[in-house]
């Protein structure tokens, strides 16, 4: 499967922005996705995750209450809505897929990635 990840950008410290994710190959809904992160110099973070149903969601402490993952089956489509950014929250975003994801999720064991995003808050 082909993951294309769109969405990022510039936004200011307390500002939103929403990233979105499209598999190509077979539906959306064949897998659980996440969204990841990776600084310069960093290991790639896990930072959220969603069920193939949509039941069950994972977050990082550090995005709890202010990211917020969905998905859209029927367009295909998981999204990262991320609000109240901070400037430690830029980094590059990578959407990944694989058949389950738990919370801090080991990326060396994630089958599909795309091609990241980057995300940049200003303070």
């Known amino acids: 499967v082909q993951l294309q990840a769109s969405g990022g950008g510039l936004v200011q410290a307390g500002g939103s922005l929403r990233l979105s994710c499209t598999p190509s190959?077979?539906?959306?809904?064949?897998?659980?996705m996440g969204w990841f992160r990776q600084t310069p110099g960093r290991e790639r973070e896990f930072v959220a995750a969603?069920?193939?149903?949509?039941?069950?969601?994972y977050y990082v402490d550090s995005v709890k209450g202010r990211f917020t993952i969905s998905r859209d089956n029927a367009k295909n489509t998981v999204y990262l809505q991320m609000n109240s950014l901070k400037p430690e929250d830029t980094a590059v975003y990578y959407c990944?897929?694989?058949?389950?994801?738990?919370?801090?999720?080991?990326?060396?064991?994630?089958?599909?990635w795309g091609q990241g995003t980057l995300v940049t808050v200003s303070s």
């Open positions: 969603i069920s193939r149903s949509g039941d069950s969601t």
């Open positions: 190959g077979r539906p959306s809904s064949s897998y659980a």
């Open positions: 990944a897929a694989d058949y389950t994801l738990r919370l801090n999720n080991d990326y060396r064991r994630v089958n599909y």
